[in-house]
């Protein structure tokens, strides 16, 4: 079946770079002389049928915008088979061939199980701050919440070293500690707590006393928010060590903010892949970038638990500090 109308749409936890994303398969499929719906608040979106034409102008100076102009929304409908339906009547009534979902993990499951339904052929673009795909390096978004969270963890460094204090910074990461890692280890920090690696905070503030002895008068920790809350945490230190304890909780500050140029041309790379990928009758995958190429990855595979070798960059954090 030829593909002359494709919808587009952003489901899930927003990320720098989705809108880079929504352009460069707009402007893409127009150049192919397909046209291209876009969908309002993911897949709430479709079951409501929230739907626009989108042309060349629609995506016009969003390429360096956060966010996303399609809106994202938690869609509980579209797990059920009466909220699968009423998307699939969507999709019939507006005569859309394809889909190209930009999101993560949880977006790629939900087309897995749409395609597995009703069979509407899904192209996949790799978007999230969690860098949670299987089988790709990098996911678009991951450059630039880490550079965000790195640029507020060396401002508090200006501050444990003047005050000579101990910090407890919250990063997101709920079931991964990939952020947490990355941010400890280029910001210079003395600890990363992840999901995937028990800690004693005995021992933590053991190490912290015995720094402070050494003449090491400040202290940064790095906690995914999967592990623990940073004030919970930053009282038990304090009251450990009688050192001045300070927590910092960065929240979704992480998820704003103008993507990167590494985010911004990974977006426009995968965005072209994904409307080529469709064109070509590929279906129920992904396109997302791997050992300096960019490759195509079965959703059944790409959903699976991504391997993070957390303990490589652990390891350099504690020979660093």
Avoid at 61 to 82: E, H, M, S, W, Y
Avoid at 215 to 228: D, F, H, P, Q, T
Wanted: some cysteine; aromatic content about 6%; overall charge positive.
């Amino acid at each position: 079946m030829a593909i002359k109308r494709i919808a587009v749409l952003t489901t899930g936890g927003d990320a720098p770079g989705m809108n880079a994303a929504i352009r460069a398969v707009v402007r893409s499929a127009i150049n192919k002389k397909c046209e291209v719906m876009g969908v309002f608040r993911g897949w709430q979106g479709l079951i409501n049928e929230e739907l626009r034409l989108l042309d060349h102008r629609s995506v016009s100076g969003i390429i360096n915008q956060g966010g996303t102009v399609l809106k994202t929304a938690r869609c509980p409908d579209f797990k059920t088979k009466k909220g699968q339906a009423r998307a699939f009547n969507t999709i019939k009534k507006n005569n859309i061939d394809g889909l190209i979902v930009i999101g993560g993990n949880g977006s790629f499951t939900a087309a897995h199980e749409f395609y597995k339904r009703y069979k509407v052929p899904s192209i996949g673009v790799p978007v999230s701050i969690d860098n949670d795909i299987n089988g790709i390096d990098i996911t678009v978004g991951w450059d630039t919440a880490i550079n965000t969270a790195l640029s507020a963890i060396d401002n508090i460094r200006d501050t444990a070293t003047s005050m000579e204090r101990v910090f407890v910074v919250e990063v997101m990461g709920r079931k991964s500690g990939a952020i947490a890692l990355a941010v400890a280890l280029g910001g210079g920090c003395e600890e990363a707590l992840i999901p995937e690696k028990k800690f004693d905070l005995v021992k933590v503030c053991h190490e912290i006393v015995e720094g402070n002895l050494r003449g090491k008068l400040s202290w940064i920790i790095v906690v995914a928010e999967g592990v623990a809350h940073a004030q919970e945490l930053a009282k038990q230190i304090n009251d450990l060590t009688s050192l001045e304890t300070r927590a910092v909780v960065l929240g979704h500050v992480q998820r704003g903010g103008r993507p990167t140029a590494a985010s911004r041309d990974l977006a426009l790379n995968l965005g072209v892949a994904a409307v080529d990928c469709l064109l070509a009758g590929k279906k129920d995958l992904a396109v997302g970038y791997s050992a300096g190429k960019i490759r195509e990855i079965d959703f059944k595979v790409a959903i699976k638990k991504k391997h993070f070798k957390f303990q490589r960059f652990y390891d350099l954090i504690k020979i660093l500090t």
